[in-house]
């Protein structure tokens, strides 16, 4: 069975920064996709960031230039560093992977939440 294990979230002012861990049971070393989702209060879950082929990570336009997707193959983990925080990135973030290359995401999280306060 996969299990997704976040940590790292918090409570910051903006202009703060967090960075989120997801612990894996599936390795981090193939070019299964891995990202980070988002949901905050009565919106829908967004995507932010993911990691694939190569390594390379694709971002929302909310976040690109201020997070970073990053993963650890030796640790099986996966992180993604959150700088220069709005108070709009508030939610709860979920990491999530899937089976291939392709970003299915058919394994997820239970979510690690994140606060920034004005």
């Known amino acids: 069975q996969v299990r997704l294990v976040e940590s790292g979230g918090g409570s910051v002012q903006a202009g703060g920064s967090l960075r989120l861990s997801c612990a894996t049971s599936?390795?981090?070393?193939?070019?299964?996709?891995m990202g980070w989702f988002r949901q905050a209060p009565g919106k829908e879950r967004e995507g932010v960031a993911s990691?694939?082929?190569?390594?390379?990570?694709r971002y929302a336009g909310s976040v690109k230039g201020r997070f970073t997707i990053s993963k650890d193959s030796a640790k099986n983990t996966l992180f993604l560093q959150m700088n220069s925080l709005k108070p709009e990135d508030t939610a709860m973030y979920y990491c999530?992977?899937?089976?291939?290359?392709?970003?299915?995401?058919?394994?997820w999280g239970q979510g690690t939440q994140v606060t920034v306060s004005s």
């Open positions: 999530a992977a899937s089976a291939s290359g392709a970003c299915d995401y058919s394994f």
């Open positions: 990691i694939g082929r190569g390594g390379i990570g």
């Open positions: 599936i390795t981090t070393a193939s070019d299964n996709c």
